[in-house]
C-alpha cells in the first residue's frame, strides 16, 4: 500500500477520501485521491512515484472551491531556484520537493491553527 494511504488513514484532520484512480505496475504506481477534510476543504492528491520519477500535485482548496495552496512540480515556472518545484497561493512561489507526508503535516497545523 502507498504510503500516502496509510497517512490519510492516520490523519486527524482527514474526515473520508476516495480513490479515484489507481495504477500498479513492477516499477511504478499512480495515485489520484480526493480527500473531506473536517473544515469541509478537500484536498486533491496526484502521484506518480517509479524508480526514477516522482510527480506529485497536491491541490488544497476550501469549501467554496476556492485555492488555499497547490504544491507541485510540474516543469514550468523555469525561472524559479527551486524548478520544477513551486506552490500557488495563488501566485506562484518557491517550493522544495513536497511529498504527502510535508503536505498533510502543513494541512493538519492550519486546520488545528484555524
Do not use: C
Not at 473520508?16 to 484512480?21: A, H
Not at 526514477?52 to 514550468?76: C, G, M, T, V
Amino acid at each position: 500500500m502507498p504510503r500516502t494511504l496509510e497517512l490519510l488513514k492516520e490523519s486527524s484532520v482527514v474526515r473520508s477520501y476516495e480513490v479515484l484512480d489507481f495504477k500498479q505496475g513492477k516499477n511504478f504506481y499512480f495515485l489520484k485521491i480526493k480527500a473531506k477534510l473536517v473544515d469541509n476543504s478537500e484536498l486533491y492528491i496526484r502521484e506518480f512515484v517509479s524508480e526514477i520519477e516522482f510527480i506529485y500535485s497536491y491541490h488544497w482548496q476550501d469549501e467554496n472551491r476556492k485555492l488555499r495552496i497547490r504544491w507541485d512540480n510540474a516543469p514550468h515556472h523555469k525561472h524559479l531556484k527551486t524548478f520544477p518545484h513551486h506552490k500557488h497561493t495563488p501566485e506562484i512561489e518557491e517550493s522544495e520537493e513536497m511529498s504527502f507526508q510535508d503536505v498533510i503535516k502543513v494541512v493538519e497545523d492550519k486546520i488545528k491553527g484555524d
